[in-house]
């Protein structure tokens, strides 16, 4: 099965401003997380949900009436997970190129209508480029390991 990342491109609307005058985080994340279920869907072919966003980076401000764009591509599957690496882009309309904004991974569970796991088509890393985003989700996991036992006297 190819890995063809999925792409989200369109003009940020004044409904979109946060109290800085700039987009507002929450409305990045909506953009995160609807990519990110195309993109799982897709490869999964079922229904997915969301059950990890971690370490959402944001880098600069996007500025209203900017085009965003919103990339997302699986990265690592597990037998039912879908690790989705999502990239967030804004360009003025006046300028040529794209600058990152965002950042983030986002983890997908394809499930049935009762809410059961499914499997999923396993994704076999082949650039070079490939095998380093399917490492780096790997130790993104240890890391959440560490971070659930931390809060587990919390929860």
């Known amino acids: 099965m190819q890995n063809k990342p999925i792409t989200f491109q369109f003009i940020s609307e004044p ?5 800085g005058g700039n987009v507002h985080g929450g409305s990045v994340m909506k953009w995160i997380d609807q ?17 990890y966003v971690g370490g959402i980076r944001f880098y600069e401000p996007i500025k209203i009436g900017e085009v965003v ?5 699986v990265i690592y ?5 879908m690790h989705i690496s999502i990239n967030v882009f804004s360009r003025n309309l006046k ?11 986002i ?7 009762n809410g059961k796991k499914l499997p999923v088509p396993v994704w076999v890393p082949e650039t070079e480029e490939e095998k380093q985003q399917e490492r780096y989700a790997k130790r993104l996991m ?9 809060m587990k006297p919390f929860l």
Do not use: M
């Open 15 to 19: 409904s979109d401003v946060n109290y």
């Open 35 to 51: 990519a990110g279920y195309a993109c799982a869907t897709t490869w999964s072919g079922n229904y997915s949900v969301t059950v």
């Open 69 to 73: 764009r919103v990339d997302a591509q």
């Open 77 to 81: 599957t597990g037998k039912s997970s």
């Open 95 to 105: 300028q040529p190129t794209f600058d990152k904004k965002t950042h983030c991974i």
């Open 107 to 113: 983890v997908f569970v394809a499930v049935d209508e």
């Open 142 to 150: 240890d890391l959440r390991t560490q971070i659930e036992d931390e």
